[in-house]
Nanobody, 116 residues
Framework: QVQLRESGGGLVQAGGSLRLACVASRSIKGIMAWYRQAPGKQRELVATVTSDNDAYVADSVKGRFTISRDNVKNTVYLQMNSLKPEDTAVYCC????WGIGTYDSWGPGTQVTVSS
């Protein structure tokens, strides 16, 4: 099973920026994605990116967040700008590592806290 490890979370003031990274233990054929879950809320899809860097970003973060991928480094990034307190959550990456249409691994997550 591929191992995923996120980094880059932290505490930032509203309006600030953070860049999250998720490194996979081997090459990924399929989609890599970021989800987030705030306390008391359901897990929410934030963004996805294919191996060809075809990206999708949820409406709630569109224009503020950008997802990208480096296939050489087996890494997916989430650039988060103009952060808002409602972006506070644990951010996890996941992958359909074999490209068969099923997420098969999740990282432990990284905490993002945005203060007002």
């Amino acid at each position: 099973q591929v191992q995923l490890r996120e980094s880059g979370g932290g505490l930032v003031q509203a309006g600030g920026s953070l860049r999250l990274a998720c490194v996979a233990s081997r090459s990924i054929k399929g989609i890599m994605a970021w989800y987030r879950q705030a306390p008391g809320k359901q897990r929410e899809l934030v963004a996805t990116v294919t191996s060809d860097n075809d990206a999708y970003v949820a409406d709630s973060v569109k224009g503020r967040f950008t997802i990208s991928r480096d296939n050489v480094k087996n890494t997916v990034y989430l650039q988060m700008n103009s952060l808002k307190p409602e972006d506070t959550a644990v951010y996890c990456c996941t992958t359909d590592s074999w490209g068969i249409g099923t997420y098969d691994s999740w990282g432990p997550g990284t905490q993002v806290t945005v203060s007002s």
